[in-house]
């Protein structure tokens, strides 16, 4: 008769380290999702304007926020996209894991 006291303390851990994933994933798809709205809600405030409008500064300045405003987004969309790449792993995980106690379940008495 096997000992399935080991596997099973495997098993739990595993259970639990996906549902971590599955919290890392939900962090991470808020994270990008956060970071896209905080640029936009604030984006305008990057440039000056009023009395520095003509300066050579001002073209610079716009530049410079048009550029990090491009890295940002792209950051947020990074991110947001990391956050469902992980998502989807772990219901992978969740699947292989139902799958493996179903067959477990159907076929693995024959086994012990």
Do not use: C
């Not at 936009?40 to 073209?59: E, F, M, R």
């Not at 772990?90 to 379940?105: F, G, I, N, P, V």
Request: hydrophobic share 45%.
């Amino acid at each position: 008769m096997a000992d399935l006291g080991r596997t099973h303390g495997a098993a739990d851990r595993f259970r639990r380290r996906r549902r971590l994933l599955g919290a890392i994933a939900g962090r991470a798809a808020d994270a990008g999702t956060t970071t896209g709205a905080a640029y936009t809600t604030n984006q305008g405030a990057l440039v000056p304007t009023g009395a520095v409008s003509g300066w050579s500064i001002t073209q610079a300045t716009v530049s410079a926020a048009a550029a990090w405003g491009s890295f940002v987004q792209r950051l947020a969309a990074s991110v947001a996209g990391l956050g469902s790449d992980l998502k989807a792993a772990a219901a992978s995980y969740a699947q292989a894991d139902a799958d493996a106690a179903r067959r477990h379940r159907r076929f693995g008495a024959q086994y012990e």
